[in-house]
């Protein structure tokens, strides 16, 4: 796990928070999930994007794209430049208060390969990281404080999870570039 700081500055944070909550092109929306045959309606919105013709399908929902607007399909290149992978798929998370969070999971379904590279924009909030190896004894759990213009890039096999907090925090948004198998 590598934590970059200040990959963009604040300036530029503020300009893509700002297209990300006003372009006509990123359509948030709150997935329903079914859990022990409950239906339940995730704690945050999501929106995503990835190179034509690519369906992430997780937890029993298709996640199709379309192709990459510009102000991402810059931010993908710089991070395939600076980080040596490449990246298919953009997940966007947007929470919309300290109330909102992501449970403990992992990324490791549909083929999701190599590291995930997650930028943060908005509200500090802590991010929760299991690097325990498998099956050891000892469980090693690691947290981190995201702010904003900060980049995580981490192994998305194992657990993570983003803290709900009882602290007044605002909105924040998340941005996790991915490579998934073709
Ligand atoms: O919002 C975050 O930092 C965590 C996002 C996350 O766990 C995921 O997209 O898999």
Same mark, same amino acid.
């Given at each position: ?7 963009i500055?604040? /300036? ?5 928070e +700002?297209?990300l909550?006003? /372009?006509? #092109? ?8 079914k859990?022990?045959? !409950?239906?339940v309606?995730?704690p &945050?919105e ?6 034509? @013709? =690519?369906n992430?399908?997780?937890t029993?929902l298709?996640h ?8 991402l399909?810059q931010?993908?290149?710089? =991070?395939?430049?600076?980080?040596g ?5 953009? =997940?966007? +998370? #947007?929470y919309?208060?300290?109330s ?11 083929g ?7 930028? /943060?924009?908005?509200?500090?909030r802590?991010?929760?990281?299991? %690097?325990?190896?498998d099956?050891?004894? *000892?469980? %090693?759990?690691? /947290?981190?404080?995201?702010?904003? @213009?900060s980049? %995580?890039?981490?192994?998305?096999? *194992?657990?993570?999870?983003? !803290?709900?907090? #009882? &602290?007044?925090?605002?909105?924040r948004?998340?941005?996790?570039? &991915?490579?998934?198998?073709?």
């Amino acid at each position: 796990m590598n934590l970059i700081p200040n990959f963009i500055a604040e /300036s530029d944070a503020q300009v893509l928070e +700002n297209w990300l909550l006003n /372009s006509t #092109k990123v359509e948030w929306q709150q997935e329903h999930f079914k859990i022990y045959g !409950r239906e339940v309606l995730a704690p &945050r919105e999501i929106a995503w994007f990835g190179d034509a @013709g =690519l369906n992430y399908r997780y937890t029993q929902l298709d996640h199709p794209t379309h192709g990459w607007p510009e102000p991402l399909a810059q931010l993908r290149d710089r =991070l395939q430049m600076e980080i040596g992978q490449p990246f298919n798929f953009l =997940l966007l +998370n #947007k929470y919309a208060d300290g109330s909102q969070y992501m449970g403990w999971h992992r990324d490791d379904e549909a083929g999701c390969l190599g590291d995930i590279a997650s930028l /943060s924009l908005g509200a500090v909030r802590r991010f929760a990281i299991d %690097l325990s190896a498998d099956y050891a004894e *000892q469980v %090693l759990r690691e /947290s981190v404080d995201l702010a904003n @213009g900060s980049l %995580l890039v981490f192994d998305g096999r *194992q657990r993570h999870c983003l !803290r709900a907090t #009882k &602290r007044p925090v605002g909105m924040r948004i998340n941005l996790t570039f &991915r490579n998934l198998a073709l």
